[in-house]
């Protein structure tokens, strides 16, 4: 008993261990289209840089042209079915070039190609407030400063 008890511990500890990674793509030269929807729960480690994995030569399925996490006004518990919209003016103004959903794990990501030409101003939607983003960004790694450099992407 206490042998079939290890290899079930094994076994749950590699699932673990294979969740928290990025998903291997068995052909890296192929971008396959991942854009998040709200409620989905197919993305995984929050607050991480996405794009450590999803990019061109990445282990991750989908090169992402912008993705990162969602927090509630704790900044420590992630907010699902936000949405973030990328406009050409600050605090919302300008053309608005594109919305992309949160998912249920506060995840947002997307393959779709994005023009962010002199910088794009970035606003994210919760149930009551609207957060905008007072510096232009010009790509789409939020998790690569957010959370790390700066607070986390948060609204309320």
Not at 8 to 24: A, G, N, R
């Amino acid at each position: 008993m206490k042998g079939r008890g290890l290899k079930i511990l094994i076994v749950m500890i590699i699932s673990v261990i294979s969740f928290q990674s990025c998903e291997q793509d068995d052909d890296e030269n192929e971008n396959e289209t991942k854009i998040s929807t709200y409620n989905s729960r197919e993305s995984h480690m929050a607050g991480q840089n996405c794009m450590n994995c999803h990019e061109p030569g990445g282990s991750g399925e989908g090169w992402f042209t912008a993705a990162g996490t969602v927090y509630d006004s704790t900044k420590e518990s992630t907010f699902p079915n936000a949405t973030v919209k990328l406009y050409t003016g600050p605090n919302g103004t300008g053309d608005l070039e594109l919305i992309i959903q949160v998912d249920g794990y506060g995840n947002f990501y997307t393959t779709e190609n994005i023009d962010y030409g002199d910088g794009l101003y970035t606003s994210v939607e919760g149930n009551a407030n609207t957060k905008h983003m007072n510096a232009r960004i010009t790509t789409g790694r939020c998790n690569g400063c957010h959370g790390i450099n700066t607070d986390p992407i948060w609204t309320d």
